[in-house]
């Protein structure tokens, strides 16, 4: 009987031993998987923190990456998704993912809780809005927007609403990101010194919060995972990593978008105005409800192109391989490292035409449904229930009451006389803090 031939390992390198090509990933986040996509293809390998791994990107491979129960979370992550990420339910799987993943999607992925939040969201936002309108700039929307997400996080989480609390949270949390662009030496002083001492503060804080909500009353998303852990007998305790991963990814997860969104429609005026038309047409003023941001197509468009177009997220968590799989035409052995390339998975031509185009009509509902498994992924891929961020529906939420603020009186342009490079940190945005020129929306007259 003849011999099966055995599939190659993908192509790529491993670098130096156990670092392998650590310093390069640390030294250019983004750029170390588009160098590599580049070089090798969208399947390839590397060493990263002492383990050999596999980047899985082409939609079929992330597909695999994403929903194959021999690929498993746990026991894979670098020192500093370990240490910032302590005690969530990202790093695990099993049913005790399960169970918690259910109480995280009752409080921030369920259409009625993300309808409870709408107010307080639309408050936030016209509060941090109204003051570009009245002097008709803004300086640096990156801070702006930044102190936006930590006053919407004091106000869902913690229950503290003044701005000292805002301003402490806003300044911990920076700390916490700068631990994916640094080695993980947690020496006082350095990045990763300042991150883990920012991740023990938002430890008291989270531990203060639930404190506060075991005995006050309120209606927020440590509320509501309260009331889903005791329905699926999950213990409170157990909610204190993945309050504190949903603070931290949920700050970025919005003063990211928006940000980039802002400069997006102020580089394509003819975007804004597209989207201004539907605002108009559906929420021209007052109180916005869940029915009117369900029926802004084109803003929905928007949101998305937005996350595919930028790079906001490079690499999944890290998983691991239980048996040997094969992807692609590679074999990829039992025990090594896997993940999933994000942004360069949505780059791909393949899929998205033309994919350096700023171009929210991908995503029209005709497009959008005929896009093959695992190619749109910004927040990952699979079912809710696995390890698919449970932050996507409010984040898209977030856009629409953000846009539908702006539109409604204002347009805007991106002066040129500023640095638009995206920087090189964990979420990459203008290196300027963008600076916007805002006026006025005047309707054109009709004709008598």
Known sequence: MAQRTQKPLPPGRFGMPWLGETLALVKSNHGFYQERLAKYGPIFKTRLFGNDFVIFSGHEAFHVFATDPRIVRGDADPISAEQIFVDSLALIDGAEHRSRKSV???????????????????????????????????????????????????????????????????????????????????????????????????????????????????????????????????????????????????????????????????QHPEIMERARAEVMAIAPAGPITMEQIERMEYLEQISKEVRRFFAMNSATFFGRTTEDIEVGGYRIPKGWGAMGGIHINMRNPDVFPDPDRFDPDRFEPQREAALPAGSYVPHGDGQATHHRCPGENIVTVAVKVYLTLLLRGAEWSIPSDQDLTLTNELFPLPASGLRVEFRPHVAASVGS
Do not use: N
Request: glycine fraction near 8%.
């Open 104 to 266: 995280m999607l009752r409080a921030v992925g369920f259409r009625s809780a993300i309808a409870s939040y709408l107010p307080t969201m639309q408050a936030l936002l016209q509060r941090s809005i109204d003051p570009w309108l009245e002097s008709g700039r803004c300086d640096d929307m990156r801070a702006d927007l930044q102190r936006f997400a930590a006053r919407l996080t004091g106000a869902l989480y913690t229950g503290d609403l003044t701005e000292e609390h805002a301003a402490e949270m806003d300044h911990h949390l920076a700390h916490m990101r700068d631990a994916f662009m640094t080695l993980p030496f947690p020496i006082p002083g350095t990045k990763f010194g300042k991150a883990i001492a920012g991740r023990r503060r938002m430890e008291q804080i989270v531990e203060e919060a639930l404190d506060r909500h075991l005995t006050g009353d309120y209606d927020d998303v440590v509320s509501r995972m309260i009331a889903a852990a005791a329905d699926a007998d999950v213990p409170v305790t157990d909610l204190r990593g993945d309050i504190r991963h949903l603070i931290f990814a949920g700050q970025g997860g919005y003063f990211v978008p928006l940000t980039l969104t802002t400069l997006a429609l102020g």
